[in-house]
């Protein structure tokens, strides 16, 4: 009996930590860019605005600015895209939990800011 209940507690003390790592992502409110169409090339993850993208670089070493050529938006907000600096230019929005695989040929390299929840 008692090994019985010593497995049941561990078997619920599982459960609890599994649900706390499968609760993680969906509160994560995480956005990735992509280099390349179809989630290609190297990666950016964000969680908050970016008012100029040439801040940063990928892994690689690459600058972001005008590169971003598909987006994984894994949040709750909607994230609106811009082609220049300080959220100016023509805009891009994104609805939450949407993935986009192709920004389209106008957009293509073009993004240059993005703001959150906006
Ligand atoms: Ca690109």
Not at 59 to 79: E, F, Q
Not at 80 to 104: I, M
Request: net charge negative.
């Amino acid at each position: 009996m008692g090994t019985r209940l010593r497995r049941a507690a561990v078997a619920i003390a599982l459960g609890v930590v599994g649900a706390f790592v499968f609760a993680a992502p969906a509160n994560a409110d995480e956005l990735g860019v992509f280099q390349d169409a179809n989630y290609g090339g190297e990666d950016l993850l964000f969680t908050s605005s970016v008012p100029w993208y040439g801040y940063y670089a990928y892994p690689g070493g690459r600058n972001l600015n005008d590169t971003v050529s598909s987006l994984i938006n894994a949040s709750s907000c909607h994230i609106t895209f811009y082609t220049d600096v300080n959220y100016s230019g023509v805009s891009y929005p994104v609805n939450p939990w949407t993935d986009v695989p192709w920004v389209g040929s106008y957009f293509n390299d073009k993004f240059s800011s993005h703001r959150w929840c906006y």
